[in-house]
């Protein structure tokens, strides 16, 4: 079984920066699709970035274009995500996910594998 784990979270005051760290149980390049979501209290889990290992391709939702940065290291086993500009509303629970099989990088039915989570506090 694949295990994801998250690391790298925390509370932070508006306009300030993160790296979250997804480290896998098995290589990166194993996955077709490996993503960021994140959850806020009282709303749907939604995909922030997307990264397919092979290849290094990209994808962003429009919230976070331009000020988030989703970034791999094979050697390691590892995904990260780079919050820069951070806002209130960012604020949220942020999970790693893996796709086995690949397919739409926007629904969370897409991937099979999450990690626990890890807590990011934007302070305004």
């Known amino acids: 079984r694949v295990q994801l784990v998250e690391s790298g979270g925390g509370s932070v005051q508006a306009g300030g920066s993160l790296r979250l760290s997804c480290t896998a149980s098995?290589?990166?390049?194993?996955?077709?699709?490996m993503a960021w979501f994140r959850q806020a209290p009282g709303k749907e889990r939604k995909v922030v970035a997307a990264i397919w290992p092979d290849g290094g391709y990209t994808a962003y939702d429009d919230a976070v274009k331009g000020r988030f940065t989703i970034s791999q290291d094979n050697a390691k086993n590892s995904v990260y995500l780079q919050m820069e500009s951070l806002k209130f509303e960012d604020t949220a629970m942020y999970y790693c996910?893996?796709?086995?099989?690949?397919?739409?990088?926007?629904?969370?039915?897409?991937?099979?594998?999450w990690g626990q989570g890890t807590q990011v506090t934007v302070s305004s």
């Open positions: 996910a893996a796709s086995t099989y690949g397919g739409n990088w926007r629904p969370s039915q897409t991937y099979n594998y």
């Open positions: 098995t290589p990166t390049t194993e996955h077709i699709l």
